[in-house]
């Protein structure tokens, strides 16, 4: 049975909390956050047994550490818990970005680093906070650990042990091999999505724009309903490979606005025509 102390008790954390006490993994949760009425809800909802009110204490007989809070809060995170980590207690975290964790983690927790591993559910929704977490949130969902030479076997077997008890796929994969890949697939899509709902919001008919969007723009845009304090804080820390991303899609508009202005209707049908196919693929 373990103690789980769990910083941020939103989506991801309160639905790690939710699986771990139904599954019986978790003898007790205990939730920290800056957001007393979150943390309130979070308690009202039993996503956690109560609000941390000795977080020193708290800290030393935890078994785990949860740090499911925006990833520009984590350096100060691992610096409070720091001092007070006991030798069994395992520290992980669900951020989207792994390469600035990782080395937050090495610098701040020092001899403590071992028990440290990181970690990123692929699952989600636009939605944000303790009432948006739901107990299966994570079943037949990719996780992703970013163990390296320094990790511990058991911080390592315990964590995936947390994420399989949730129903998940885990992998594991190098914290640089992560941020590239998800820079991609992830990252890009969620800057599109913002940007092209704030080019909207520019126009001086944007109403009139809003009032006759249809699914399809619902569809596109729905991630750019997401908390923009946490994909401010993940564009900058996966700032060189998302610069990377954005010079190719800028190539990619580019050859296609060319395209469009040549009238190659041949051009456009075959750039549409591959990705249509591959969406298909992938899709099925």
Known sequence: MNKILIFGV??????????????????SIVGVGRNQD??????????????SEDLKKDIAEAHIIIIATPVAQFPSILKTI????????????????????????????GPHYSQFIGGH??????KHGAT??????????????????????????????LWKTAGAIVSN???????????TISHLPHLLAFSLVDMITQRVNANELLKFAASGFK?????????PEMWKDITLANKNFILEDIKHFENQIKLLKEAIEHEDAKKILALFENASKTRNEWSH
């Open 173 to 183: 994969m190098s914290h640089s091999d992560h941020d590239k890949i998800f820079s």
């Open 82 to 109: 720091q001092p007070h980590l006991s030798s069994h207690t395992i520290i992980t975290d669900v951020g989207s970005t792994k390469s600035d964790v990782v080395e937050s983690a090495k610098q701040i927790l």
């Open 219 to 227: 569809d596109f845009t729905r991630i750019a309903a997401s908390s």
């Open 10 to 27: 939103g989506l991801i954390g309160g639905s790690i909390a939710l699986s771990a006490k139904k599954s019986g993994f978790a003898s």
């Open 121 to 126: 559910p692929i699952a989600g929704s636009e």
């Open 38 to 51: 979150n943390l309130n809800d979070a308690i009202r909802l039993k996503l956690i047994d109560r609000i």
């Open 132 to 161: 948006a977490a739901h107990i299966d949130l994570f079943k037949n969902k990719n996780v992703i650990l970013t163990p390296d030479q320094e990790t511990s076997h058991e911080a390592k077997e315990k964590i995936e042990t």
